[in-house]
């Protein structure tokens, strides 16, 4: 038996593939996490907006629109929503000190 260094089936060397690995999971993770974060700003947002809609003051054009909005809304697991909304909450009270400091 062959005391050298295993090489994979592409003939490299078997410890590096997994490193490359390993970074190409750590980026696709990161990459993920940061999707989550803006989908969670953006569901964050549109269930702001939602509630402080009435439906007889959205022009009829845009109803059906914020009827879909609403049910894609409430078919998010409850702690999705509760995330996004003190994502959203965090995000407002961290810019009023901001803009508090800047006056």
Do not use: H
């Not at 702001?48 to 879909?68: G, H, M, S, Y």
């Not at 894609?72 to 929503?81: C, D, F, G, Y």
């Amino acid at each position: 038996m062959s005391k050298g260094k295993q090489k994979g089936p592409n003939g490299a060397p078997v410890r590096k593939r997994r490193a490359g690995a390993r970074t190409w999971l750590g980026a696709e993770i990161e990459l993920i996490i940061r999707e989550r974060e803006r989908l969670l700003q953006a569901a964050g947002a549109a269930a702001t907006l939602f509630t402080t809609l009435n439906i007889r003051d959205v022009p009829r054009e845009a109803r059906e629109p914020v009827r879909r909005l609403g049910a894609v809304l409430e078919s998010l697991p409850e702690e999705t929503l509760t995330d996004a909304i003190e994502l959203l909450l965090g995000q407002l009270a961290a810019g009023a000190r901001v803009g508090t400091a800047q006056y």
